[in-house]
């Protein structure tokens, strides 16, 4: 059964915006933590951003912090990624996922528990 599905990926120009969404499960929904990950080609799975279960805790790693901003929609058990003056470095596939320990990292893969299967977003120059 998959319970987090992601959404929004396509091909965009370079400073242009996408917005990602990772629908889940009501269990999943629930987690302490959902984030976002990305891997490029040859590259190994990279943290995004993350936010915890009420929304009042958020994380993003440098390159971002400044162009994407993470939101949930407890109503519709959905987690956005809002991208915006997007660069080719940001093409990667985007996953989401789910860590339901408090205490676990929220920039580290392995710490996660539950993924989607993943969203192509491609930035042309």
């Known amino acids: 059964q998959v319970e987090l599905v992601e959404s929004g990926g396509g091909l965009v120009q370079a400073g242009g915006s996408l917005r990602l969404s990772c629908a889940t499960s009501e269990r999943l929904f629930s987690a302490y933590r959902l984030g976002w990950f990305r891997q490029a080609p040859g590259r190994g799975r990279e943290f995004v951003a993350a936010?915890?279960?009420?929304?009042?805790?958020?994380y993003y790693t440098d390159s971002v912090k400044d162009r994407f901003a993470v939101s949930r929609d407890d109503a519709k058990n959905t987690m956005y990624l809002q991208m915006n003056s997007l660069k080719p470095e940001d093409t990667a596939v985007y996953y989401c996922?789910?860590?339901?320990?408090?205490?676990?990292?929220?920039?580290?893969?392995?710490?996660?528990?539950?993924w989607g299967q993943g969203t192509q977003v491609t930035v042309s120059s």
């Open positions: 996922a789910a860590e339901m320990r408090e205490d676990a990292s929220p920039w580290q893969v392995d710490d996660y528990d539950y």
């Open positions: 936010i915890i279960y009420g929304g009042s805790t958020t």
